[in-house]
């Protein structure tokens, strides 16, 4: 009885993610963001973070969406960058600046990036899947 209830429970879940990931509707998701270049600059070190957006859905999203990335650190958003409406397919490239001091060890920064939209209220069927809109790089 227990393996049975198990199971059932798996399945449920697994018929939910696989819902979720591949909803019908605009999707759009955070897909990378890296390290694009880091020049040295005395006792600060620029780094250039670059990422991507892309509509995973099967819509295109509506003209007026409002969305953003929001760009956190320790859990303080430090600023963000506006993302056009997308349609299915599309991308969206945005970048970041940040200086740190270049005696900082490898791995010690990490940099959070997440999907903001801020109109329509609610987002509804402008973003079907919002468990994709968060991202975190390390350096």
């Given at each position: 009885?227990?393996?049975?209830?198990?199971?059932?429970?798996?399945?449920?879940?697994?018929?939910a993610?696989?819902?979720?990931?591949?909803?019908?509707?605009?999707?759009?998701?955070?897909?990378?963001?890296k390290?694009?270049?880091?020049a040295?600059?005395?006792?600060?070190?620029?780094?250039?973070?670059?990422?991507?957006?892309?509509?995973?859905?099967?819509?295109?999203?509506?003209?007026?969406?409002?969305?953003?990335?929001?760009?956190?650190?320790?859990?303080?958003?430090?600023?963000?960058?506006?993302?056009?409406?997308?349609?299915?397919?599309?991308?969206?490239?945005?970048?970041?600046?940040?200086?740190?001091?270049?005696?900082?060890?490898?791995?010690?920064?990490?940099?959070?990036?997440?999907?903001?939209?801020?109109?329509?209220?609610?987002?509804?069927?402008?973003?079907?899947?919002?468990?994709?809109?968060?991202?975190?790089?390390?350096?």
């Open positions: 009885m227990r393996t049975v209830m198990l199971a059932s429970v798996l399945l449920a879940q697994l018929s993610n696989a819902a979720a990931a591949s909803c019908a509707g605009a999707d759009p998701a955070i897909v990378s963001v390290v694009q270049n880091v040295a600059g005395g006792s600060v070190n620029h780094y250039t973070l670059v990422g991507r957006v892309t509509n995973l859905g099967s819509a295109k999203q509506a003209s007026n969406v409002l969305q953003f990335v929001d760009i956190y650190q320790n859990g303080t958003r430090l600023e963000d960058r506006g993302v056009p409406p997308l349609a299915p397919g599309q991308s969206y490239t945005f970048s970041y600046d940040w200086q740190r001091a270049s005696d900082a060890g490898t791995g010690t920064t990490t940099m959070n990036f997440s999907l903001r939209m801020t109109s329509p209220s609610p987002p509804g069927n402008q973003d079907c899947n919002p468990g994709n809109n968060t991202y975190n790089v390390t350096f």
